[in-house]
């Protein structure tokens, strides 16, 4: 396998998921509602949507439960373009699960159990060999799993001189740091995170707020909207108009293609227009993973 220009760190979750006439108030019972079950969590999201959109394998770094959650997520990885051997498999800790009810309206309710995500620690990055780092180019993460776990990715891919992504969600305002930012070439909050971790609704201002402490750029996803980049210039990048039917996983389709575009060497700009294509084709299909678009469909919409 040739070596992973792409690392993604990050969570896995399985979703389960009831749409139902509406989601239930505390102590209520709601009947008549369908049920299905997908693989999810941030990372997974991001990691499949980079493994489509590269031309190469991409590593995923993640923790699953000795579970049939876990065995189902490491078989469906095997379908994708992933090299999953640094997955680890973590004895007695149920995998990470999502509970989400829907209702009529597409409005949601989500309740997460991170389970084996928690029990990926710093030792586990500190385990993964020189080399895999050496070979990559860009380092992509999420906050699903612990904050000194990302960290110490982020540290390490720093060492290595890769470029480190940060998509800070969900918001954790701990991470609005020196010592952390300072760690980051790209965040990639959407608007509301980027309120949360600075207490600033303004986007050019959150983001001006976020570079000041240390991050070398920040692109603010807006859904419909597009992206702002705030960096040396800023630039807005406006959405592709398409037909929104499900926007899950709108934000991890954009990361994970824009870690594949800076990998190749796109300059920031033209990569987060890669993404927002990538991105726009997610939004017109059902689903979080099943949406997430490939190379081929990502070119074709370009060109
Ligand atoms: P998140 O899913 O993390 O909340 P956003 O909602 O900001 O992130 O969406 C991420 C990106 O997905 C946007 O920058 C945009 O490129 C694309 N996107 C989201 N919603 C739409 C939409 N309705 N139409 C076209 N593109 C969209």
């Given amino acids: ?13 399985t979703d389960l998921v009831i749409r139902s006439p509406r989601i239930p108030a505390p102590g209520e019972t709601v009947l008549g509602g369908e049920y299905f079950q997908a693989p999810g969590g941030k990372g997974a999201n991001q990691a499949v949507a980079a493994a489509r959109a590269a031309r190469d394998p991409v590593t995923f770094i993640a923790a699953v439960g000795d579970d049939e959650f876990g065995r189902a997520a490491l078989d469906n ?10 997955i680890t498999t973590v004895p007695h ?4 699960v999502a509970l989400i009810f829907v209702d009529e309206q597409g409005e949601n309710a989500i309740s997460v159990a991170s389970g084996a995500n928690l029990h990926l620690t710093p030792q586990h990055v500190d385990a993964l060999p020189e080399n895999l780092f050496a070979a990559a180019g860009v380092f992509l993460c999420c906050l ?4 000194e776990t990302v960290v110490r990715g982020l540290q390490r891919a720093r060492a290595a001189g890769l470029i480190t992504i940060l998509n800070p969600a969900p918001a954790l305002p701990e991470i609005a740091t020196p010592e952390i930012l300072a760690l980051v070439d790209v965040l990639t ?3 509301g995170e980027a309120a949360l971790l600075t207490g600033r609704d303004g986007v050019g201002e959150a983001a001006q707020q976020l570079r000041d402490l240390g991050c070398g750029c ?20 406006p959405s592709r108009k398409v037909t929104a039917v499900d926007t899950t996983a709108a934000g991890d389709a954009f990361n994970g293609a824009l870690a594949v575009a800076v990998s190749e060497g796109l300059a920031l700009e033209q990569a987060a227009h890669w993404a927002t294509a990538a991105a726009a084709i997610a939004v017109t299909r059902s689903g979080a993973q099943p949406s997430l678009a490939d190379r081929d469909e990502i070119e074709a919409a370009l060109s």
């Fill in 144 to 147: 699903e799993s612990p904050i």
């Fill in 77 to 86: 990885f095997s379908r994708e373009n992933l090299v999953s051997q640094y």
């Fill in 1 to 13: 396998m040739p070596p992973s220009a792409i690392i993604v760190l990050g969570s896995v979750n």
């Fill in 189 to 191: 909050p959407n608007a």
């Fill in 218 to 237: 920040v692109i603010t996803t807006l859904g419909p909207d597009g992206c702002q980049i705030t960096g040396e210039t800023n630039v807005r990048i």
């Fill in 93 to 96: 800790q149920p995998s990470g």
